[in-house]
């Protein structure tokens, strides 16, 4: 037999979140590090059980992490950082020490996976790191996939990535870059590829998606000679070299040189690399770990078009492994569980189990001529609008056409700043950047509306509350520019694309975000329009509490996108302005409300950033210009802020520039203010506001080091244009540390405007 079948990983949230409230209760100190354990060990073991039951040959362990997959691996490596070795503290509580900072230790920095919405742990790397293998975790998993009788291939995130992915800590000499360590770390990788061969491992994974982005000749023959090094070793477990979300490019037949026995590629996103392969030789020496079924979107497969590429690798390769393009990871459990979502959007719809089934499937058509073969080869590509116009909008598809240039252009910015000087904004305006804690009340509150125990005027009246307690305590602290607090969203994306047509939500589609943190992202099926407006009501009444400026709260198009699964039959720049259209009447009701300042959050405008440089002009053009569509319409007295986070921004500050935006509220506390070399770099000069409290922590900053973040800021950006805020909104925060953070950053302004 020369076809086989995995995924290339699982989620791990669990298909309840089980994960997420056993991890959470163990912070809150109501369980014990056993019970968490406990929690953890039934989930990989359901999550090994339903993949091989499903049919799947061999499947991924590794995987599971109780915060994230690179926490795990600076562990495993034995890179912690010292100041979190020093707290003395059990190897978990060092993970979440390092995940979410301790006492007066910051969090390592968080930053995308890719172009995902997934957040992965910075590690912190010097010349003196000096790496000592702990493999008791994978180890510990393979013993408990044997347990079970399913045959795991441990994954790990390949050394290149892993240094390709740091950054140097704070301490590192001015030249140093941690690809500098790749020799001393494949000696760690060799000791565990030993000890893994020794506890039976068949095959390992090694994740090298580093190499989908454009790299230099260097790294590339780094490449080279690292899994020369590797596949040289006497004792080792057969090796499989995994790229996606991309091509491999000139990677590939530098790994197709080397003698490791299995190489992995994305099929979807680069389906070109089927006739690469079949014409590179050394393949057929190769065990390839095709990504045929995607992992990252969630329409059905085209299993028809998946078995002819199979087919053609069949003759091609040394042995064929049918697989998903990427870890499952990005998409939810199970789609068989939203009874709620309409038949024909559910009807083209596959989550992680379903698949699992497709893999299953495409390896049963390849193997046997049971007539799953027929089957599968007839049926059609499944397109995502339907049949009989569903999800059509001829209306919307009009407007779009229509568009002009002058639809994305405001007045000039000098006109616009004198317009908005009614706003009697003072140097140095305080703002926060939209939601306040999302209490277990306003939660809770949702949850009654769900289940009808409230009403939906009483939901209102609890909302409007809340929004009341919440503008009172701004007006109280000191805060300059005012926002209602976003109770109302159960998620920034989630709220607006429930209100959109051509958008579906779904009930338990989670999808990990960061650590505990999860997301529903809803599907964008067909064509967007706005039937009524979304947030008037809301920003009206918090308008009306207040003398102070609030802002209108929307998410831009770009970021309404890249946190949903977005239909792929149209180009996503026509879908991105389908979406704008419906927020640029949105900025219009607003204003007509009484709005003077709206901010349009764009933070997923890296994430979507194409990983090589050739791709991202064009997706630039397509991403600022909806941004620009959506706020075109706007007079030049309304002030038009966007905000940005969860990224570095140097590659994409020229798009920040051409955003447009009035004031640009951006994270940068944890990176220690590090955009506002590129900002200087580009002469920005529009008003901008540095995040100076680090909102990912629990940990609450105190007067110095806030000020220091805001001198840092005042040295590069003149007073005038200088907005001071959090890094982020505050959702995730408790009253008890947003409370004193704001009172702190509120008392650092006033100190400042008093030495201007
Ligand atoms: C800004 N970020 C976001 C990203 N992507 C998004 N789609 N949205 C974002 O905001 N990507 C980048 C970052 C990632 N950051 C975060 C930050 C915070 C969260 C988060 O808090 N997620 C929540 C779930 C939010 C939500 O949808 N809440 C719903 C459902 C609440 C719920 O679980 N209800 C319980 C009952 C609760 C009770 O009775 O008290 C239930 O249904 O069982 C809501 O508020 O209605 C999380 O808990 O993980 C995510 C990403
Ligand atoms: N307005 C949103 C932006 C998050 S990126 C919030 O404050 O939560
Ligand atoms: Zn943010």
């Keep these: 037999m020369n076809t086989s079948t995995t995924v290339l990983g699982y989620p791990r949230i669990g298909p309840r979140r089980e994960l997420k409230h056993a991890v959470e209760k163990y912070w809150a100190g109501k369980i014990g590090a056993d019970e968490l354990e406990t929690v953890a060990r039934q989930l990989r073991a359901d999550t090994w059980s339903d993949l091989a039951d499903r049919g799947l040959d061999t499947v991924p362990a590794n995987t599971f992490a109780y915060y994230d997959q690179m926490l795990d691996h600076i562990q495993l490596v034995g890179a912690v950082p010292a100041r979190y070795r020093e707290l003395g503290l059990s190897a978990l509580d060092t993970a979440f020490a390092m995940a979410r900072g301790r006492d007066e230790i910051g969090a390592l920095e968080l930053t995308k996976w890719f172009d995902t919405n997934y957040h992965y742990l910075v590690p912190e790397l010097d010349e003196t790191t000096s790496f000592a293998l702990d493999a008791s975790k994978p180890l510990g998993d393979l013993a408990e996939a044997k347990a079970l009788g399913v045959r795991a291939r441990p994954v790990f995130i390949g050394p290149l990535t892993f240094l390709l992915l740091s950054k140097p800590s704070a301490g590192a000499g001015a030249d140093f870059e941690p690809i500098a360590l790749a020799d001393r770390l494949v000696e760690a990788y060799a000791e565990l590829l030993g000890q893994l061969v020794e506890a039976g491992a068949e095959w390992v994974q090694l994740d090298e998606p580093a190499y989908v982005q454009d790299r230099t000749a260097d790294e590339l023959a780094l490449l080279e000679s690292t899994y020369r090094r590797l596949a040289a070793l006497p004792n080792r477990p057969k090796l499989v070299v995994t790229t996606y979300f991309g091509d491999p490019g000139d990677a590939l037949p530098l790994l197709a040189a080397t003698d490791v026995e299995g190489i992995g590629v994305d099929l979807v996103s680069a389906p070109a690399l089927v006739d690469r392969i079949a014409g590179l030789p050394a393949f057929q020496r190769k065990t390839l770990y095709a990504g045929l079924i995607d992992g990252r979107n969630v329409w059905r497969g085209d299993l028809g078009g998946a078995l002819s590429r199979a087919t053609v690798l069949l003759g091609a390769v040394g042995e064929l ?420 953070a704001l009172r702190t950053l509120v008392a650092a302004a006033q100190a400042a405007r008093q030495r201007l």
């Design 321 to 740: 492994v049918i697989s998903t393009s990427s870890s499952l990871l990005h998409v939810p459990y199970d789609v068989e569980v939203e009874t709620a979502l309409d038949p024909r959007v559910r009807e083209r719809l596959a989550f992680a189990r379903q698949k699992v089934d497709e893999v299953v499937l495409l390896g049963r058509a390849l193997r046997t001529d049971d007539g799953v073969l027929a089957d599968v080869a007839r049926r059609p590509a499944d397109g995502v609008v339907g049949p009989a116009g569903f999800g059509v909008d001829p209306a919307v598809r009009a407007r779009v056409e229509g568009l002009q240039a002058a639809d994305r252009t405001r007045a000039p910015y000098g006109e616009r700043s004198l317009a908005q000087e009614t706003l009697g904004l003072p140097p140095l305006a305080t703002t926060t950047i939209g939601s306040f804690p999302q209490t277990g009340d306003v939660r809770k509150a949702r949850a009654e509306l769900r289940t009808g125990a409230i009403t939906v005027a009483e939901y209102d009246e609890r909302m409007r509350g809340e929004i009341q307690r919440v503008i009172a305590l701004q007006e109280e602290i000191g805060l300059d520019v005012l926002v209602h607090g976003e109770p109302e969203r159960n998620d920034m994306v989630q709220y607006f694309a429930e209100q959109l047509d051509g958008y579906a939500a779904t009930e338990l589609g989670w999808v990990q975000s960061y650590g505990s943190r999860c997301v529903r992202p809803p599907i964008l099926y067909g064509d967007v329009s706005r039937p009524r407006p979304m947030t008037t009501e809301w920003a009206a009444y918090a308008q009306s509490l207040t003398e102070r400026p609030v802002k209108g709260m929307l998410t831009g198009p770009v970021t309404m996108l890249a946190w949903s699964f977005v239909r792929d039959d149209q180009p996503l720049g026509v879908t991105a302005d389908q979406v704008a259209l419906a927020l640029r009447d949105e900025i219009a009701d607003l204003v007509a409300a009484g709005i003077r300042i709206v901010q349009v959050d764009e933070p997923a405008l890296r994430e979507l950033l194409p990983l090589r440089e050739a791709d991202r002009k064009a997706y630039l053009e397509w991403s600022v210009g909806s941004f620009r569509l959506a706020t075109g319409g706007a007079p030049s007295a309304v002030q038009i802020h966007t905000h940005l986070c969860y990224s570095e921004f140097g590659a994409v500050i020229a798009g920040i520039d051409g955003l447009d935006a009035d004031v640009t509220t951006i994270e940068a506390a944890r990176s220690r203010m590090e955009v506002l070399a590129d900002l200087a770099d580009i002469g920005f000069h529009r008003g901008v506001g540095p995040g100076v409290y680090d909102i990912h922590s629990p940990r609450v900053p105190d007067r110095a080091e806030t000020q220091s973040l805001l001198d840092a800021a005042l040295n590069s950006i003149p007073a005038a244009r200088l907005w001071v805020n959090p890094d982020c909104g505050l959702k995730t925060r408790t009253y008890t540390e947003v409370d004193p």
